[in-house]
Structures are given as structure tokens and as C-alpha cells.
């Protein structure tokens, strides 16, 4: 569909035509993410640190911001992951670019050669080593946040 509106306005295919789709692509995951978080934040936060002194760029720095990041990450690394993983779009929205799926697929045509083995070990090595260490930085959070509601001593 991007292709035939690209087409249509006259928008030559290539880095503008590959951002454009894989935003339009990706911003249903953004909301679907960030909104609950945004629904579950003290409607009164914002205007509370702002009559405590803060300046807007401030209150939503130090108050929104931190509230909503995980939300945030969350949906950075699933738009990430669909972006690198979703051939059909790159495919027919780059021009001349050549994407990571593209250069996987031009390399697969022919016979699968031990670059691709490699490529596909350092992705699954990063991915798990941001998938681990997410986990752990939040269980940590978790214990100290348990602590504190017990009373214990929070380091």
C-alpha cells in the first residue's frame, strides 16, 4: 500500500519512503504500549510539581518521564525487532537502500554462506543479553521496592 502511495504523490523511493512506512508501521505499537502506562499515571503529578516549583520541561522530565519509561523501552524494542524482521516492507520501500532484511535475503538466494550463521548469532546473542539484563535491572527494582515496604534498609 506505501509503495502505490508513494507511486501516486510522486516520492521517489529510498530513505525518506523506508522511514516513512516503518513509522506508519510501527506507531499502532507505540500507542498500544505507552497509553495504559500514560492511563495508569496521578493525573495530578504534573500539576503538582509544577506548583512545587518545577518548570514544564522539568515536570516532564523528572516526573512523566521516569514513570513512563519502561513503557516507553517496551515499545522501542518491539519496533526494533519488527523493523530488522520485516522484510515485505523494506522490500518495497527502499529504492536503492539496502536494509539488513534485504542484504539477508540477496544473501539466501543464492546458498546460505556462513555470514548469514554469523549475523544471525550476534543478533540472537544482543537480543538475549537486552532481554536478560532488562530483566535483572527490574527484579532488582522489584526486591528493593519490597524491601522498603518491609522496612528493611534500602541500598
Known amino acids: 500500500t506505501f509503495m502505490l502511495l508513494f507511486a501516486a504523490i510522486g516520492l521517489d523511493k529510498g530513505y525518506l ?8 508501521f ?6 498500544l504500549n505507552v497509553m495504559p502506562k500514560l492511563r495508569q499515571l496521578d493525573k495530578n503529578a504534573y500539576e503538582a510539581a509544577l506548583d512545587l516549583g518545577a518548570t514544564p520541561h ?12 519502561p513503557a516507553i523501552l517496551s515499545a522501542f524494542l518491539i519496533c526494533l525487532t519488527y523493523s530488522i524482521d520485516d522484510f515485505m516492507i523494506s522490500y ?6 539496502e536494509t539488513l532484511p534485504i542484504a539477508i535475503y ?4 543464492k546458498k546460505v554462506s556462513p555470514e548469514i550463521y554469523a549475523l544471525s548469532t550476534i ?4 537480543i538475549l543479553s537486552i532481554i536478560l539484563i532488562s530483566n535483572a535491572m527490574e527484579s532488582r527494582g522489584y526486591r528493593r ?11
Open 17 to 24: 519512503t523506508l522511514i516513512l512506512a516503518h513509522v506508519t
Open 145 to 155: 521496592d519490597q524491601r522498603a515496604l518491609r522496612g528493611g534498609d534500602v541500598k
Open 58 to 69: 522539568q515536570a516532564l522530565h523528572k516526573v512523566i518521564l521516569p514513570e513512563i519509561s
Open 106 to 109: 540477496s544473501m539466501t538466494r
Open 26 to 31: 510501527c506507531t499502532p505499537y507505540v500507542v
Open 123 to 126: 543478533m540472537f546473542v544482543v
Open 92 to 97: 518495497f520501500n527502499c529504492g536503492t537502500v
